[in-house]
Structures are given as structure tokens and as C-alpha cells.
């Protein structure tokens, strides 16, 4: 099935190369969920690509501030892999609104942000042969979740996603004290940890605190950030063509104040004009606009420099402020060239 699925995609089927072993798993990740049905598999991962690229998940700035933001955030993570059971990963629906600081993300690059981190995670955790075979357990946990903060359009394109366009099986979808308009079947959180505990066998330390348990998926973000940023810059990963290191602009919403990202540091400029659109700058950006605040200083220190010898000036004689007048006449004017009389001075010499 393998060999088939390389030779319709017209990839090669030696696998003498390291490219070819990553087609070779990328064939398998697609085969797998499909029973190695390959015209299946074809179809799952026409869909697949075709969902990337509409959702802008083709290619991931894996470095974006937002980006590393929202994966350390605990709104999406997994808990510890158990052999022969499904991957349990959950989704908190509650917190999303934290990404949106100061205003400074539009809705659309929000959600954007949002499900990129979550198929970043997805990714790094499909790319174990385990997962792919025992498959995913989704809690959807909408505890606390007011209508203001549910996403319907980012609920729709995440589980659009998982049920059709993701290389995973896809065991169970669990959705946590659902609202009442939401119409769906819901469970409580004691069901859902009962049955993590009994049916899965998770411990209480590797459930999360909203449901029950002791585990802070808040304090291990650096760590799941640096697991993933290890996966998907590994060549040898069948996700690695889906990233880049190198930066990528993001359009964002006007604010008062202009917020300059980079390595995930906040830089408040409130000398840059509000414009309806703002792009977070590249590195040299930075540098140019350092160097330009430090002109201005130097110019603003000059000129304040000036206006000093003028108030000194004015508590002295007359006699004191015409010769510390044309002192400071030699000083801030360039000198001039008399070009003719530099001429003469020239033929006199000869």
C-alpha cells in the first residue's frame, strides 16, 4: 500500500535517501487512519493540503511571538502518552481571549494564531507511529465558556479540521458543560475524569486542575514550546515543510499605541503615526528604528544644549552676551568657503 500511495503521488519509492524514508512516513501517517485504503489516503491528503492553504497552516512562523505565546499558554495541550491508549489531548475554550492583549490582534489573526498552535502541537505528537495507530481523544472544555467568548467560527474550522481534513483517527470528541445553545451531547467534568482515570488510566497528577485533578499544563509551556520548536525544524520530520524560521508578517489592528514585537518582548513606540493597518517589523526594522530614536536624542540634546548658553547668556552683561553670541555663532554654523577669495589668494601666492 505504501509503494502504491509513493508511485500515485509520483514520489520516489527508493528508500536509500533520507527525503524518501520522510515520504515513506508521510505515506504511512495518511495510510493508517484510512485502513490503508490508498485511493483514501490520496483523498485525505489532497483534503489535507488543500486545508492548510485556506486556513494559512502551509506555512508557520514558528518563531512568532504570538505564536510561542499562545502554545506556552496551557489553552491547548496534551497529557502523558499511555501505551495501547489513545493520545487524550484538551482544548480549553474559556481562556482564549487572553491572546488579544491591548487589543493588538484583529479577530481574524487571533483564530488564526489559535489553530495554528494547536495543529503545530498536533503535528509534533502524530509524528509518533504510536499515535498515529492508537489515535486521539479530544476534550473540548467549555467550562465557564459565556457567549461572548465562544468562537463559533473557530469552533467550526477546528472541528472541521479533526473530523475530515486531519491524518488522525480521530477515537472520541468529549465536550465539557457545553452551554445550553449549544446543542450538543456533554459531558460533566467528574464523567470526564472518571473516565480518564478508570477507562484510560490516568493518574490525578497528570489531570489538569479544571478537571479535577493537580497537573498546571501553565507550568510546563516553555518546555511543550521547545518540544515542538525540536520537531518541526528536525528535517527528517513530516512536518518540517509546513515551517519556517524566518519571519513573517502579520497584519494587525490599529492601536493607540504601537506595539513592536520581536523574540517576544513588547517595545511601546508612541512616536510612530496610528495607521489602520500595522505590520509586526522585521529585525532590521528594529535596528533602523533604534538608530533613528538615537538622532533624535542627539539632535533633541544639541538643541537643548543651545537653549542652555541662551539662558546663561541672558544673566550676563552685554558685553558677555555679544561674545557668547558669536561664540555660538562659530559653533552651530558649518563654516563657508569663499571660493574667489581663495582664488586670489592662490594667484598671489604664485
Given at each position: 500500500?505504501?509503494?502504491?500511495?509513493?508511485?500515485?503521488?509520483?514520489?520516489?519509492?527508493?528508500?536509500?535517501?533520507?527525503?524518501?524514508?520522510?515520504?515513506?512516513?508521510?505515506?504511512?501517517?495518511?495510510?493508517?487512519?484510512?485502513?490503508?485504503?490508498?485511493?483514501?489516503?490520496?483523498?485525505?491528503?489532497?483534503?489535507?493540503?488543500?486545508?492548510?492553504?485556506?486556513?494559512?497552516?502551509?506555512?508557520?512562523?514558528?518563531?512568532?511571538?504570538?505564536?510561542?505565546?499562545?502554545?506556552?499558554?496551557?489553552?491547548?495541550?496534551?497529557?502523558?502518552?499511555?501505551?495501547?491508549?489513545?493520545?487524550?489531548?484538551?482544548?480549553?475554550?474559556?481562556?482564549?481571549?487572553?491572546?488579544?492583549?491591548?487589543?493588538?490582534?484583529?479577530?481574524?489573526?487571533?483564530?488564526?494564531?489559535?489553530?495554528?498552535?494547536?495543529?503545530?502541537?498536533?503535528?509534533?505528537?502524530?509524528?509518533?507511529?504510536?499515535?498515529?495507530?492508537?489515535?486521539?481523544?479530544?476534550?473540548y472544555d467549555m467550562?465557564?465558556?459565556?457567549?461572548?467568548?465562544?468562537?463559533?467560527?473557530?469552533?467550526?474550522?477546528?472541528?472541521?479540521?479533526?473530523?475530515?481534513?486531519?491524518?488522525?483517527?480521530?477515537?472520541?470528541?468529549?465536550?465539557?458543560?457545553?452551554?445550553?445553545?449549544?446543542?450538543?451531547?456533554?459531558?460533566?467534568?467528574?464523567?470526564?475524569?472518571?473516565?480518564?482515570?478508570?477507562?484510560?488510566?490516568?493518574?490525578?497528577?497528570?489531570?489538569?486542575?479544571?478537571?479535577?485533578?493537580?497537573?498546571?499544563?501553565?507550568?510546563?509551556?516553555?518546555?511543550?514550546?521547545?518540544?515542538?520548536?525540536?520537531?518541526?525544524?528536525?528535517?527528517?520530520?513530516?512536518?518540517?515543510?509546513?515551517?519556517?524560521?524566518?519571519?513573517?508578517?502579520?497584519?494587525?489592528?490599529?492601536?493607540?499605541?504601537?506595539?513592536?514585537?520581536?523574540?517576544?518582548?513588547?517595545?511601546?513606540?508612541?512616536?510612530?503615526?496610528?495607521?489602520?493597518?500595522?505590520?509586526?517589523?522585521?529585525?532590521?526594522?528594529?535596528?533602523?528604528?533604534?538608530?533613528?530614536?538615537?538622532?533624535?536624542?542627539?539632535?533633541?540634546?544639541?538643541?537643548?544644549?543651545?537653549?542652555?548658553?541662551?539662558?546663561?547668556s541672558s544673566l550676563?552683561?552685554?558685553?558677555?552676551?555679544?561674545?557668547?553670541?558669536?561664540?555660538?555663532?562659530?559653533?552651530?554654523?558649518?563654516?563657508?568657503?569663499?571660493?574667489?577669495?581663495?582664488?586670489?589668494?592662490?594667484?598671489?601666492?604664485?
Amino acid at each position: 500500500a505504501v509503494e502504491e500511495f509513493l508511485k500515485h503521488m509520483e514520489w520516489s519509492v527508493n528508500s536509500t535517501t533520507e527525503e524518501t524514508r520522510v515520504k515513506w512516513n508521510t505515506a504511512m501517517k495518511f495510510l493508517i487512519p484510512t485502513k490503508y485504503d490508498v485511493n483514501r489516503a490520496i483523498d485525505l491528503y489532497k483534503t489535507h493540503e488543500n486545508l492548510r492553504k485556506t486556513e494559512k497552516l502551509d506555512r508557520i512562523w514558528i518563531k512568532n511571538p504570538y505564536l510561542i505565546r499562545e502554545i506556552e499558554s496551557g489553552n491547548f495541550f496534551s497529557l502523558p502518552l499511555i501505551p495501547n491508549q489513545p493520545l487524550t489531548v484538551i482544548f480549553t475554550a474559556s481562556n482564549l481571549n487572553c491572546l488579544t492583549f491591548n487589543n493588538s490582534l484583529s479577530q481574524q489573526d487571533n483564530e488564526l494564531i489559535i489553530l495554528q498552535a494547536l495543529v503545530c502541537q498536533l503535528d509534533c505528537a502524530t509524528e509518533s507511529i504510536e499515535v498515529q495507530q492508537n489515535g486521539i481523544n479530544f476534550i473540548y472544555d467549555m467550562q465557564n465558556c459565556s457567549t461572548s467568548q465562544f468562537n463559533i467560527n473557530l469552533s467550526k474550522k477546528i472541528l472541521k479540521l479533526l473530523q475530515a481534513g486531519y491524518p488522525a483517527m480521530l477515537k472520541n470528541i468529549f465536550v465539557i458543560s457545553a452551554p445550553k445553545w449549544f446543542r450538543v451531547t456533554f459531558f460533566t467534568v467528574d464523567q470526564i475524569r472518571e473516565c480518564l482515570t478508570t477507562e484510560y488510566g490516568y493518574s490525578l497528577d497528570n489531570i489538569p486542575i479544571s478537571l479535577g485533578g493537580t497537573y498546571d499544563p501553565i507550568i510546563n509551556g516553555e518546555i511543550r514550546y521547545q518540544m515542538c520548536l525540536s520537531k518541526v525544524t528536525n528535517t527528517h520530520s513530516i512536518c518540517y515543510p509546513y515551517y519556517s524560521l524566518d519571519y513573517q508578517p502579520m497584519t494587525t489592528k490599529s492601536t493607540n499605541d504601537n506595539f513592536l514585537l520581536d523574540s517576544g518582548h513588547c517595545y511601546q513606540d508612541k512616536s510612530i503615526v496610528s495607521l489602520k493597518t500595522t505590520t509586526t517589523p522585521s529585525p532590521s526594522s528594529l535596528v533602523r528604528l533604534v538608530s533613528s530614536r538615537r538622532n533624535y536624542e542627539s539632535s533633541s540634546s544639541s538643541l537643548s544644549h543651545i537653549r542652555m548658553r541662551k539662558r546663561e547668556s541672558s544673566l550676563s552683561n552685554d558685553h558677555d552676551k555679544r561674545r557668547r553670541s558669536n561664540e555660538s555663532l562659530i559653533e552651530e554654523e558649518p563654516p563657508t568657503i569663499n571660493l574667489s577669495s581663495m582664488s586670489r589668494q592662490e594667484n598671489f601666492d604664485e
